[in-house]
Nanobody, 124 residues
Framework: QVQLVESGGGSVQAGGSLRLSCAAS????????WAWFRQAPGKEREGVAV???????SYAESVKGRFTISQDNAKNTLYLQMNNLKFEDTAVYYC??????????????????WGQGTQVTVSS
């Protein structure tokens, strides 16, 4: 089992930046795919960014050029750098991971391990 704990959420004005962190409970060598998802009030959870094999990444169109997913294997930690935040980025952000394969998919069906979420609120 891999436990994931997110941190770094908070309130920020539009145009500002936040960096989310996701700490894993065990060595990340056993995890092949990582992702960030988010869920806004009244909406379904959606994929934001994915980190797969050999550092390949994929982003939702709505965050391309503003968000960056990265990983520090030595710290067993995944990050999401969010710049130029917009009001519509307001949501609970979830970290997800999977040990079954190298997915580069933004669908939650591909991820088995999930964090508890961290709130990001952007004021306009």
């Amino acid at each position: 089992q891999v436990q994931l704990v997110e941190s770094g959420g908070g309130s920020v004005q539009a145009g500002g930046s936040l960096r989310l962190s996701c700490a894993a409970s065990k060595r990340t060598a056993s995890v092949y795919s990582w992702a960030w998802f988010r869920q806004a009030p009244g909406k379904e959870r959606e994929g934001v960014a994915v980190l797969g094999y050999n550092g390949r990444t994929s982003y939702a169109e709505s965050v391309k050029g503003r968000f960056t997913i990265s990983q520090d294997n030595a710290k067993n930690t995944l990050y999401l750098q969010m710049n130029n935040l917009k009001f519509e980025d307001t949501a609970v952000y979830y970290c997800a991971a999977d040990s079954r394969g190298y997915w580069l998919r933004l669908s939650e069906d591909y991820y088995y391990y999930w964090g508890q979420g961290t709130q990001v609120t952007v004021s306009s």
